[in-house]
């Protein structure tokens, strides 16, 4: 058996389709264009990649783009005035602050400044508070975990019951994507570096979630027949047959367990084009909370 692969980059591109047609009747009817702004502190070449390639998927949706740049040497003040600033501007439906920042900041405190009806990140405690408790709804919910369980949607008849197993426990991917699939009545297992005995944890999954950070750390024999795999990991491995020098793969061994599951996310072209369609989604959400 040889798994279906499930289209991230297809599946983004209808979400973002649609995001683009419900600005366009926002307009129509008179509203204000959303409006989405990004913070970044410093001069990280991958963090300008990420920011560049938000902007350009907001101007694709039709959705304002409004950028801060601060220099590496900003301070906590600083930033977070930058923040305070965005929170007052009306214009603005979300505000991303891209991570990480520079080693001298606090990234939490900078979190916490942002107003919770603008964290299209979902990062904000109480927000991920919310998330984690029963008949409680977060503004957003975090735009990677969202987009795992969205691909899992369009995958899957129901979630209910189903024994997921998420690998890896960050506060970015591995415990949101938890919390959403409690919510959804599966059946949830968290392992991590230090669980006892992984192969067997993770082959007790119909749904398995690999967002542990470890090129190809999952292997063939590791995954259940039938399962459905979600791989988030990004890593760069050496690859001398390779212009760049190096290519990309997932945390999951891709052409082992793709001949065992029965749906797998490639990489890349999986999960990561989610990321951004949800953002997204989260800043057409946020035009529409301001106006309740």
Not at 99 to 120: C, M, R, Y
Not at 185 to 209: F, M, Q, Y
Request: aromatic share 2%; glycine share 8%; charged share 25%.
């Amino acid at each position: 058996m040889t798994a279906e692969i499930i289209d991230g980059k297809a599946i983004a591109e209808d979400v973002r389709a649609k995001v683009k047609v419900s600005v366009a009747e926002r307009l129509a009817a008179g509203k204000p264009v959303p409006g989405l702004a990004t913070v970044l502190v410093g001069d990280n070449p991958a963090s300008q990649v990420y920011v560049r390639s938000k902007r350009k998927a907001c101007e694709e949706a039709g959705i304002q783009s409004f950028g801060v740049e601060l220099p590496a040497t900003a301070t906590q003040a600083d930033v977070e005035s930058a923040v305070r600033e965005l929170n007052q501007d009306s214009r603005v439906n979300g505000i991303l602050v891209q991570l990480p920042l520079p080693s001298h900041l606090d990234e939490e405190a900078v979190l916490n400044t942002i107003n919770l009806n603008k964290d299209v990140d979902g990062f904000h405690p109480v927000n991920i508070g919310r998330l984690a408790q029963k008949g409680r709804e977060p503004a957003f919910v975090p735009c990677t975990p969202a987009g795992c369980i969205y691909l899992l949607e369009k995958t899957l008849p129901t979630l209910r019951g189903v024994n997921a197993v998420v690998l890896g426990r960050s506060n970015i991917v591995g415990m949101p994507v938890a919390l959403l699939l409690v919510r959804a009545d599966a059946t949830v297992t968290i392992c991590h570096s230090r669980s006892k005995d992984l192969p067997a944890i993770v082959r007790e999954a119909d749904v398995l979630i690999a967002a542990v950070g470890r090129p190809e750390m999952v292997r063939g024999d590791w995954v259940k027949p039938g399962a459905v795999v979600i791989d988030v990991g990004i890593n760069r491995v050496e690859d001398a047959s390779k212009k760049s020098g190096y290519r990309l793969v997932g945390d999951v061994a891709y052409d082992e367990v793709k001949e065992v599951a029965s749906h797998i996310t490639p990489v890349p072209g999986g999960v990561g084009p989610m990321t951004i369609a949800m953002l997204l989604q989260n800043t057409l959400r946020g035009a529409e909370l301001a106006e309740k």
